[in-house]
Nanobody, 123 residues
Framework: QVQLVESGGGLVQPGGSLRLSCVAS????????MGWFRQAPGKERERVAG???????VYDASVKGRFTISKDNDNNTLYLQMSSLSPEDTAMYYC?????????????????WGQGTQVTVSS
């Protein structure tokens, strides 16, 4: 059974940092493209960052230079280090897995999804 379990969300002040984690099971983690997506109230879900099997990363322009995606294949864990957070980063954050090496921005191409972890940036 495939599972993606996110953690690490919470309330943080503007300018602060958080690290999200996603523990995966039930599929060959190291061969998949792994992505972080987010969805703010009233908005569509959007890809934040992706990392493929070779460790090549891609970021949305809105987070480039502030967020870092990484993974630990030995522990089947995906991370998202977020810094310089702003209220605009407030959203539910999801990890997702795609069976393929191309980390598409298309939500429809991802095979598995976690339940999400809430990130709220507010003073």
């Amino acid at each position: 059974q495939v599972q993606l379990v996110e953690s690490g969300g919470g309330l943080v002040q503007p300018g602060g940092s958080l690290r999200l984690s996603c523990v995966a099971s039930g599929f060959t983690f190291g061969t998949y493209c792994m992505g972080w997506f987010r969805q703010a109230p009233g908005k569509e879900r959007e890809r934040v960052a992706g990392i493929n099997s070779e460790g090549t990363t891609v970021y949305d322009a809105s987070v480039k230079g502030r967020f870092t995606i990484s993974k630990d294949n030995d522990n089947n864990t995906l991370y998202l280090q977020m810094s310089s957070l702003s209220p605009e980063d407030t959203a539910m954050y999801y990890c997702a897995a795609r069976d393929g090496d191309y980390c598409s921005i298309s939500i429809a191409l991802y095979n598995y999804w976690g339940q999400g972890t809430q990130v709220t940036v507010s003073s």
